[in-house]
């Protein structure tokens, strides 16, 4: 099938020469761009090989962006990717094609291919071949108790965080939480307090229901709390273990004075802390929950950790919310699926995970160090990186650079996606100096070549200007 | 343990032996009311059997009522069960223990014991097992591509549906379609038209918002529709094929002429198929949809058909809206878990879904008909179902009766949990002489006795009035 010959003895996995072998149909034009790649199935029987090997020679076509795939439909081969001449080439000139990502600085993505895979396949199995008839049916809007148990030890482990289980509840992920406690906390003529820069799902969710909002300026030690001291607030929204996007952790006597704000103008302050089990330097930072847990609400996520279409995360409630949340939850979406919460409850009792994010905060501290090291190759020491050393993704500061839209259009136009800090901040004005480089996701080589290739993008512009 | 002497060569399962030792313990006091059970993983390893044999146990314990159970925290003994004398038995004249419910008629209940689990954990276990790195991403608001395509040829072989599956949206059960679905619809000065009487979950999600309510009346062939004329609605939810809970099918003209309303007034058609599937007589009643795709929203659930912590349900849409949903979607929990949706792909490609339905369908049927003996030796003929014969549950008319809130409480009090359908209606002071019987999760046994008790305790007031 489409000429894959395989060496048994090679050095290279077979996997791998798949890929090589359709790498090299799809450059040579061999394999129209758009065209359907055949199933995993189809292909393995064809060649000869495992489901799995095809599979896995699948993601590294899509990792490196030669295949497009929307879930569970055919893979299709990308746009634009041909570089020696097939038969009947469309006329280039103006067929309005968007540019492929050849360098993807995007941000919150985790390196998916390390998550242990057959591992979790054997939880899931398990869990699956003991689901009693009651665990079939409706159990509570708070989700699962011993995964509520096991998140509490977790927290105590990871975090020194001390919580009883009977305050966390199970969401879909930290969207869905923050989409019930903009409803839960919301109060007439009351606005919600967000950070800028802030991570956009939070301001669309607030956004869009129409509330008003606050924004606090950010600098490099996080959210400016004094702003907040006349406004009449429902609620504050930060990330003060590792703000997102800058990367500053708040000091402690800014903690303290959110916390006597919150007691003195009666508001909640909700804490997303949806990075810092990637803390490279040294101890975990304290979470504000832990100094005070009646106007705390904590925010969890396992789709960085673990991945995000498990769609896990959990919310830490002070009880006078606790009645509201479960019929809001109720009437939105009753519950999350049981399995996946049975399978996590093990996979956190049995210490997989403590392994695991331990592993990925070594490889994570590597690419970032490797991002660090190409930065100053190319740039030199003058561009700075912002914040505490966590985290999957940097802000970088270039001084006397403005980074506009259009800087970062004709970014995307030659193939870098990256963004500006500037896109995230809702100040005019604000940190236009700055870019933000994910690099969880990226290989080591994909960061030095990316790198090498936003240099040379920037300083054609420097030249051009 | 617990002095369970097991013989392995009995006529009686493993399991049954379990279950009977346990709830002869109970009735006699030796294990407490309140007082834990172990785990099945330590009582399996104390009575010297595998753990799905104590689960089963368990289970029937639980389906009669003798223990109870939250989420994976340890089964506990119900209350009042006691019959001989214990020890240190506390004074009966006054603890107000809520009386356990020994008859329980709750609606939308399916047998779950039924459900195929085996089958399902199998097709789990493969989906989890070739899981790609892709699978672990985020993909789309819409839900997985394959089983958008597998619900459109399910709905064509189960309903005759002719569905595009670019039109079909996955979502967490039908709550949350109808939760995304209220503030997509909502506009400024327009209601929500639902019938009197209708689901409580529907009622909730619109009176939390605030939205305005316009109540239809519902008469034995479901919702009067002549009352929409002169409102200025923004959406009307009905459901046509088993209106819930009185049961009539929707008439071909009040159809018509709803849809023709909709297309004058602009505005949108909900239509909730919750239990079409189990229809016991002739054809499957064609949904709304089928007349009118481009006003009418069809939203299913797979929590009656599977199981309800399966969290599946999906929305057909409308063109015009589905880039808001999808925008909504996102901004809510972003999408299902993907492995559930993997496995139910598969469950409905291998036509697994068309032979448990098939099965089902007898099985409710059967009950529906020991249910309307059991009504009949009881009450004789002058108490009538309503509806069609179709679902899990019946609306049951006593003619010249009236059941308020007192009669509901004192049922309950004497063990006996039943709704009236006048609970569900907005308009006062209909449908007083109506009660609902939810039959789908009993035993023929707990049918026969449990309409038996309530003849009785009905006769009883009659006789005591």
Redesign the interface.
Known sequence: MWGIELRDKSEISLARQIFLTLKQRILAGQIAQGEALPS?RELAKGVGVS??TV?EA??ML??EGFIV?????PSRVAEGLQITSGNAAPNPERTKEPTPILWDFKTGQPD??L?P??L??QM??QA?????????????PRG????CEEIAHWLLRSRSMEVDPEDIFI???A??AL?LLVDLLYREGHAFALESPSHQ?IR??IG?RGYPLHWMPVDNQGADISTLRDQNVAAVYVTPSHQFPLGGILPAGRRAALIRLAMANDFYVIEDDYDSEFRYAVAPVSPIYSMDSSRVIYVGTFSKTL??????GFAILPKPLQARWK??RM??????????Q?AL?EFLNKRKMDKHVQRMRRVYGEKRNVLLRSVERSFGSSVQPWGDVSGLHVALQFPGMEFGESFIRACREAGIRIASVSQYCSIPGDHQDKLLVGYGHLSHGQIEKGIEALHEFIARGVEGS
Chains 1, 2 share one sequence.
């Not at 795939?69 to 439909?73: D, H, K, T, V, Y």
């Not at 699956?128 to 509570?140: D, T, W």
């Not at 699962?144 to 995964?147: A, D, I, S, V």
């Not at 009437?331 to 996946?340: A, K, S, W």
């Open positions: 995993t489901r799995n599979s699948y993601d899509w990792t795939s929307r879930q569970g439909a998916l291919s998550f895979r057959q979790w396949s899931i199995g699956a071949s003991h689901l009693s008839v009651r665990q079939l049916a409706y159990s509570s699962y108790w011993p995964l969401t879909s992920g969207t869905q989409h799902g669309t969710v869009d991945f995000p279409a498990l769609r896990l019929h809001h009437y939105m979406d009753v519950q999350n699926p049981i399995l996946e049975i409850a």
